[in-house]
């Protein structure tokens, strides 16, 4: 799989950055660490039992015919409508941008909506995986998250090749992958 054996562990506040070229296993590892696809290896990945969320321009519902008042009231059903057109509007969709559909939103407008909804609710997640979701992002959506990133309380493991965002994130620590 890796050239080197991989070895590391994270507390609440770290920020691991995955490094390597592409297609030396950054996405892998990061469906790995979340639960999502078994390694052909020997090893194995002790992690608590927190929420997580996962950041990337391409989410899997960005097509959800839903409106996004619709989705923010599914994720956040104890809100009140009034509560999710506040919450929504702080994140930029105000008046009729809250029917909008998730498919029309821009890549850091759908990043943002992400944010919201695994953020906004009673469980708030302790691991953060984001996956070369800056690509795409203006730059102001870019220091927004990266921004983000760096304030989150849970674990955030990334992977990109942006030197700037990264070192805007502040790593506590780096893994280089190399596929073997």
């Known amino acids: 799989m890796w050239r080197k054996p991989l070895s590391f562990s994270a ?5 691991i950055r995955l490094n390597g070229h592409n297609g030396a296993g950054k996405s892998l590892l990061i ?7 078994e390694l052909a290896s020997s090893g194995t990945v002790a992690c608590s039992k927190h929420e997580s969320m996962l950041l990337r321009a391409e989410t899997e519902v960005s097509h959800e015919p839903r409106s996004l008042l619709q ?5 956040l059903p104890d809100f009140s409508e009034c509560e999710l ?3 929504l509007g702080s994140y930029g969709y105000r008046g009729e941008r809250v029917f909008d559909r998730q498919a029309n939103l821009s890549a850091g407008e759908r990043i943002r909506l992400q944010i919201l909804l695994a953020t906004a609710g009673k469980i708030t997640p302790g691991f953060c995986f984001f ?9 102001e959506s870019r220091l927004a998250v990266a921004d983000f990133l760096r304030r989150f309380m849970g674990v955030v493991v990334f992977a990109t090749h942006d030197d700037l965002f990264a070192r805007r994130i502040e790593a506590t620590l780096e893994v280089t992958l190399e596929r073997s």
């Open 85 to 87: 057109r506040r919450l």
């Open 31 to 37: 469906r790995h660490l979340r639960g999502g696809r």
């Open 71 to 75: 989705l923010a009231h599914e994720k």
């Open 131 to 139: 996956d070369e979701a800056e690509v795409g992002l203006d730059f």
């Open 11 to 15: 507390t609440g506040g770290d920020r």
